[in-house]
């Protein structure tokens, strides 16, 4: 069997934590593997990244701050070279981004969206959602050429890192970027990505109008969770689409999520039923969020809220 490259990420020099889920996967195929990272301070991450048992580790830098057609430019010779079966990423904006680029310039088998993973080495079958999660496909892949997988994040047991180290090589430099980022602009005080979120709270239309979200932000803070909303709450205007959970926003799986005045449109579920324990707010018995839910609470969500968070801080003290 060929060997295996994990595309890990990082922001400013700091590994994501999602590294040990891609060594994870790595260690569920079988064999040995290299890694990956990219972007400004991938030296530095590159460093952190040896602790996950990789033989070596690629630290690509093209001078872009983010820019799928120079990261896949800058290493798809290295990647069709060094003899790889399996490439593997997560099912995020850059990893979706990077992982079709390399696929498309490399001839190779692309499965996004895996949530789990059969057997080992060539054999391997990926897992995946379909329908807005209510059928979960199994997939082969049907050649002996390079697979690429990408896999939803908080869905494999991540890999803690060791007292290890491996060998780093620079890539990228000279590397042409078609499209550049030209300025990262911060999120307010206190944000917490969805991704990277163990308790995410979202509302929806019951929260009335966009000043009523007041109540899903006041939670947030409390509890320390990130923020989220429905889709109908975004087309209204009275939240930014990055908030959107959903089937056509981010797809999540903190430990917690607390669904807040959301009906439970079937889009909305896609992105959260996967969540391991679901929190149900609404006024009206028969919403169809409570179906999934664990826990129901039929109530008013602005009095609802105040009294869960006052609650959840007592329970840490």
């Known amino acids: 069997m060929g060997r295996i490259l994990i595309i890990a990420e990082q922001f400013r020099g700091q590994l994501r934590s999602s590294a040990g889920e891609l060594a994870s996967a790595a260690a569920q ?3 040995e593997f290299d ?14 990244l040896g602790a996950y048992g990789p033989g070596r580790v690629l630290a690509v830098d093209c001078g872009c701050e983010h820019s799928g057609d120079g990261f896949a430019a800058a290493v798809s010779d290295t990647v069709a070279s060094g003899g790889y079966e399996f490439v593997i990423l997560m099912q995020t904006a850059f990893g979706r981004d990077l992982g079709a680029r390399l696929a498309a310039r490399l001839d190779a088998a692309w499965i996004n969206d895996v949530i789990g993973l059969e057997g080992s080495g060539s054999e391997i079958v990926a897992k995946k959602p379909l329908y807005a999660g209510k059928v979960i496909s199994h997939v082969k892949f049907n050649t002996s050429g390079l697979k690429v997988l990408s ?3 908080r869905n494999f047991d991540a890999v803690a890192a060791g007292d290890g180290s491996a060998a780093v090589e620079q890539l990228g430099s000279g590397t042409e970027c078609k499209a550049r980022c030209t300025a990262l602009e ?3 005080a206190g944000y917490i990505d969805l991704k990277d979120a163990d308790i995410i709270v ?14 899903i932000r006041d939670f947030a803070n409390e509890v320390g969770a990130a923020m989220g909303a429905s889709r109908a709450i975004v087309d209204a205007g009275w939240i930014d689409h990055s908030y959107q959970v959903g089937q056509t926003g981010k797809v999540v799986n903190p430990q917690l999520y607390i669904a807040a005045g959301i009906s439970g449109a079937i889009q909305h579920l896609a992105g959260m039923q996967t969540s391991k324990v679901i929190v149900a707010i609404n006024n009206t018995e028969s919403a169809p969020i409570f179906k999934v839910a664990d826990y129901g609470i039929v109530g008013d ?3 609802v809220l105040p009294e869960l968070a006052k609650q959840i801080k007592a329970a840490r003290q």
């Open 186 to 188: 911060p999120k307010e």
């Open 151 to 153: 896999l939803r994040p």
């Open 35 to 48: 890694a990956a990272v990219f972007g400004p301070g991938a030296a530095d991450a590159a460093q952190q």
């Open 29 to 31: 195929i079988g064999g």
């Open 202 to 215: 979202s509302g929806g239309r019951g929260i009335g109008n966009a000043e009523g979200y007041s109540v």
């Open 301 to 303: 969500m602005f009095e």
